[in-house]
């Protein structure tokens, strides 16, 4: 028994045939009845590393362990694992019941069909489609066919539960509400889960923990709200947070950080931030829209609103600077209106200082 590591990934690469590199030397594990968000951009490796946890896919090197025991050469029939596609893979010539009970009926652990037929009925209704029972997924919305996929893979009572983008094909009202109920479910049922998404607020809000992939090399793996206050480094500060983070290029000499038309002094920036020493050179200086505000006073950031977008309860004031465009985030109330020329101050203990390579300093 290894709760801590559930799961456990360990310098897991795959070389595909064609000599593409997917994924680079990854390590990470996971807790017994967490839910887990494998977040990144399309591309970065996420559905890769799902195959291989099911074993449908090979590693090239490395290994993974379920409880304590590597499953690299366990068929992917006995690795116990639920796995809900991208595309959720209905049988279209069945019923919901039949579909439920298919993986019931078929293989070495095979059931008679009225002890399956139960089974199916539970897991139906765990997810709510029982009065779907004779329905053909043809017939059924996009978010009633993720229900389906959802007590298919849940009939076998597996140890560990992989999603692959489930939400991605409902649109944006069911996705917030069929999030939930996901979480909701695999809570109750217990059972550890690893959800992929390229959605940073899905996996903001139903994950336990968050990691974060690009080009297969894990960016960050930790808590959801580490990911907006103490982002690794540039991809992660940029990946995670909406409106996204402003960037502004900067020069660090004799004691300056200086902007385009703006200046700080390195002594007034909180010393217990810098994770190493900060030497003369160009670097990026970034912060968050809630943490750049407008001020009365001179002495700041001074700019030009190009821009007021309105975001429910707040306003993105959006204007130029250094060429670029930059966001700052106020409350509605804020009596700012495109054309005006504003004064901003930066929150020193919440900006971020990043090297050219993107390794964060501040
Ligand atoms: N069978 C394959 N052969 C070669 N390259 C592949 C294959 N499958 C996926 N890739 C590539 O591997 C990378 C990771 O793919 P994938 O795991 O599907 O990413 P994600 O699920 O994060 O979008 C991508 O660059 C993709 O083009
Ligand atoms: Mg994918």
Redesign the pocket.
């Known amino acids: 028994m290894n709760d801590e590591k559930f799961v456990e990934v360990k310098n897991l690469k795959?070389v595909?045939?064609?000599g593409?590199e997917?994924?680079k030397d990854v390590s990470f594990s996971v807790k017994k009845g967490d839910l887990v968000c494998?977040l990144?951009?399309?591309?970065?490796?996420?559905?890769?590393?799902?195959?291989m946890l099911a074993g449908l896919l090979n590693p090239t090197s490395g290994d993974i362990l379920f409880d304590g025991k590597s499953v690299v050469n366990v068929a992917p029939k006995d690795r116990q694992i639920g796995y809900v596609f991208q595309n959720y893979a209905l049988y279209p010539h069945m019923t919901v019941l039949q579909n439920v009970m298919f993986p019931l009926t078929v293989g070495k652990q095979k059931m008679p069909k009225d002890e399956a037929r139960k089974i199916a009925e539970k897991y139906m209704a765990t997810t709510q489609i029982t009065e779907l029972a004779d329905q053909k997924p043809g017939n059924l919305s996009g978010g009633q066919q993720q229900r389906v996929a959802i007590a298919r893979a849940l009939v076998q009572q597996p140890k560990i539960l992989l999603m692959?983008?489930p939400l991605s094909n409902l649109d944006a009202r069911l996705r917030l509400k069929i999030r939930e109920e996901i979480r909701a479910l695999v809570k109750s049922v217990g059972i550890t889960t690893l959800f992929?998404t390229?959605d940073q607020e899905e996996a903001l809000s139903i994950g336990d923990k968050i990691i974060l992939?690009n080009n297969?090399v894990i960016q960050q793996d930790d808590l959801g709200q580490n990911f907006y206050l103490e982002p690794n480094n540039y991809f992660v500060a940029n990946f995670v947070g909406n409106p996204v983070i402003d960037n502004f290029n900067v020069k660090v000499n004799g004691g300056k950080i200086t902007g385009s038309d703006f200046e700080i002094n390195v002594d007034d920036l909180d010393k217990d931030r810098f994770k190493r020493d900060l030497t003369d050179g160009e670097y990026v200086l970034s912060v968050r829209p809630e943490n750049i505000l407008p001020v009365e006073e001179d002495g700041a950031v001074s700019a030009k609103v190009d821009d007021v977008e309105l975001i429910g309860r707040e306003r993105i004031l959006k204007f130029t600077h250094d060429g670029g465009q930059a966001r700052s985030l106020v409350n509605l109330e804020t009596p700012i209106k495109p054309g005006d020329n504003i004064n901003l101050k930066m929150r020193l203990d919440r900006v971020f200082l990043f090297t050219k390579e993107g390794e964060r300093v501040y």
């Open positions: 795959k595909y045939d064609n593409h997917a994924i494998l990144g951009p399309s591309g970065c490796g996420k559905t890769t590393i799902l195959n692959d983008e992929v390229h992939f297969g």
